[in-house]
């Protein structure tokens, strides 16, 4: 068993445009001994327009842009790059894999090759799965210096080298190799086949979606009872009481605490208080403790930050 570590670097990214300008790959044995490793330069038959991920120009491949005109298009490497990519006795990996594996797709298309048809794991979903959190992707840098590997990112088969130390380092601490942690993660292969692309899943990826759309659901239950109950008080508040003029807001977390929430914002009518869901339009605001965006648009507008603690005995 081989392991085919690649990653691709583009002169421009758009929605469906993606130009190849290179490909890297690392080839291994599965105890991660060097069997090849090469940069595949190509023509982009387009201009450089290099953003970084919020679209902003910035990013510098090292790389001498205009040598990329010495080199032949992306069909010329294609066989080439299918042979490696499609090897039966090869596990395919990468980083952020998928978008890579986009960049292969658009790239037949657009000069109307064959799609690729091939299964492929991602390094950084590995790193997900080990850790158990899903809910933010980590860079190639940031699991190098977790593990103590040093690369020159942008350098498409310096990143392809980096991946496969990354990973080497990762299955040494896991004690497993590639397929172990596969197992041990039950981690299923993204595919790409028929231009059609399946992303990795796992159990783990699996369990905490369902968490996620429990807490989702819970939150929804939450915010419609709280909002029954200040659409239906609302208008029924005091006049003239000692809260005439104030308008509160709550953060999020209290508003979902229904018990408390209710109980409060019904003591604030029957004092001739209002309520806004718009921390912006809110006098009075009403958390556990300062911090997060809600609370800065209700202290930028010059609203009062009230402690739920410091009113406590408003709800006994």
């Not at 039966?88 to 037949?108: F, M, P, Q, S």
């Amino acid at each position: 068993m081989k392991y085919v570590f690649f990653d691709i670097e583009c002169a421009c990214v758009f929605k469906n445009v993606a130009k190849i300008c290179a490909f890297g790959y690392v080839v291994t044995d599965d105890r991660f001994v060097l069997l090849e490793k090469n940069d595949i330069l190509m023509d982009p038959r387009g201009r450089f327009l290099l953003t970084d991920r919020r679209g902003r120009e910035g990013i510098v491949l090292p790389y001498e842009y205009e040598d990329f005109k010495k080199y032949p298009p992306f069909p010329a490497e294609y066989r080439k790059i299918k042979r490696l990519l499609e090897d039966r006795d090869a596990i395919v990996l990468g980083h952020a894999t998928l978008n890579d594996v986009n960049y292969l797709n658009l790239e037949t298309k657009r000069y109307s090759l064959p799609s690729f048809s091939f299964a492929w794991h991602d390094t950084q979903f590995f790193w997900m799965n080990t850790e158990n959190s899903y809910d933010r992707q980590v860079g190639l840098g940031v699991m190098a210096d977790a593990l103590g590997v040093e690369f020159t990112p942008h350098r498409a088969v310096d990143d392809a080298y980096a991946t496969m130390r990354v990973c080497e380092a990762l299955c040494r601490r896991e004690g497993v190799s590639v397929a172990g942690l596969i197992e041990k993660y039950h981690i299923r292969a993204g595919k790409i086949a028929s231009y059609s692309i399946r992303t990795p899943d796992s159990e783990g990826l699996r369990s905490y979606l369902r968490e996620k759309e429990a807490k989702r659901q819970e939150h929804h239950r939450a915010h419609e009872a709280f909002y029954r109950v200040v659409n239906k008080h609302m208008n029924r508040r005091k006049k003239g009481g000692r809260l005439d003029g104030k308008v509160f807001c709550f953060s999020k977390e209290i508003e979902d605490e229904v018990e408390i929430s209710t109980r409060l914002v019904r003591a604030i009518f029957d004092a001739g208080g209002r309520y806004t869901s718009h921390p912006t339009e809110c006098n009075v605001y009403i958390a556990h403790g300062t911090g997060g965006v809600r609370y800065q648009s209700a202290v930028d507008c010059g609203a009062a930050f009230i402690p739920l603690e410091q009113i406590s005995s408003v709800l006994k």
